[in-house]
């Protein structure tokens, strides 16, 4: 949940040039992107994989060839995955999958198909719930796998979405699916504020908005900043078509450009937090810039204004080249009050479950 913000001219430095990566290997969990830590569920984070690849060992696909495998790969990659961090040794102790709880809906691009999931993060609390939902970023640009028409015509930057959905219990071992609630169709924004790419892995949502809870997301090159907004009127369930564009339906596709982020020229940003207090935006490493953190301290002014228009405070980290992802810990005993330490993680290679991630402590 997010204030406004004002510029932040004294942020204490993470303690992360002389942090060490950690390792983990978890089944089928290949090119992990997006990372948030559970509002209800101490200790634990979710993340998902952001594609699939046709390399993919699946043991769920084994057997198959073909079309049968490829919808197989598709099915399991709509898979989320949640996985119990140490909060003392930060050593990844348990690991579970939860499947989509109708397996057509991986197939459909309009709905919880995983073609470039790139963040998630914790959504706006509703009327029948104390702790936020989960919001999965559905915005890369798929280029890997792009979504075609019945004609052939490439219409992935048609398809780009947010799904909403209520967070699976981890405090129930039966558990192991999850149901999308609301999908959001996002207008596509290519051309929009010299756009060239409807690519944005990175996503924050501010649940005190005038205007009611909103989206905010950053495109990968250039920080061009969007809104979405998630008022409950604005999205559909999965069983509802997406509306045209030029709909008058409340649940149209839509899109806000807000400008561009100051200071983050010639940096790719591909994960944002809040922690109610701060947002963090993520710049993994470059050929020209190192690994960093962008981060902004929330007071009076909107959250869109002030991500462009005040300088943020920025911090070298370590991490690698394929970071995706960045969450403020919550703490051990009580996950509802959220730290202002960090956690990265790296998405890996396609070819592995292996994945690094990093633990940032704040001073």
Request: proline share 6%; net charge negative.
């Amino acid at each position: 949940m997010l204030a406004a913000v004002t510029a932040w001219a004294a942020f204490a430095a993470y303690s992360s040039p002389t942090q060490p990566a950690h390792v983990a290997t978890v089944a089928e969990a290949y090119e992990l992107s997006g990372l948030v830590a559970s509002p209800r569920h101490a200790n634990w984070y979710w993340t998902h994989s952001d594609g699939w690849q046709t390399e993919d060992t699946v043991s769920a696909c084994s057997g198959l060839s073909g079309s049968f495998l490829a919808e197989c790969q598709q099915i399991q990659r709509a898979r989320i995955w949640a996985l119990q961090i140490d909060p003392v040794t930060h050593a990844v102790t348990e690991s579970r999958a939860f499947s989509l709880s109708n397996p057509a809906w991986a197939l459909n691009p309009f709905i919880a198909q995983n073609n470039d999931w790139e963040d998630i993060s914790v959504g706006p609390v509703r009327s029948d719930s104390k702790t936020g939902n989960l919001v999965i970023a559905a915005t890369g640009d798929s280029k890997h796998n792009p979504m075609m028409d019945s004609s052939r015509e490439d219409i992935t930057c048609n398809t780009r979405r947010l799904i909403e959905l209520a967070e699976p219990n981890l405090a129930d071992p039966a558990s192991t699916t999850w149901t999308p609630w609301k999908i959001y169709d996002m207008k596509s924004w290519v051309g929009v504020g010299g756009i060239k790419s409807c690519n944005v892995e990175s996503l924050v949502v501010s649940s005190i908005e005038a205007d009611g809870p909103t989206a905010y997301l950053v495109s990968k090159t250039r920080g061009k900043l969007l809104a979405r907004s998630l008022a409950e009127s604005t999205g559909r369930d999965p069983e509802t078509p997406r509306a045209a564009p030029d709909s008058t339906l409340a649940y149209r596709p839509s899109v806000t450009y807000v400008g561009t982020l100051r200071e983050a020229q010639g940096l790719r940003i591909t994960a944002a937090d809040s922690n109610g207090a701060d947002v963090s935006l993520l710049a993994p490493n470059t050929a020209g810039h190192p690994c960093q953190i962008l981060s902004w301290k929330l007071g009076s002014s909107g959250l869109g204004a002030i991500l462009t228009g005040a300088s943020p405070a920025k911090r070298r980290i370590t991490c690698n080249r394929h970071a995706e992802g960045l969450a403020y810990t919550r703490d051990a005993r009580d996950p509802s009050v959220v730290t202002k330490h960090l956690m990265a993680i790296a998405d890996g290679q396609s070819s592995t479950s292996k994945f690094f991630y990093w633990y940032l402590p704040d001073g």
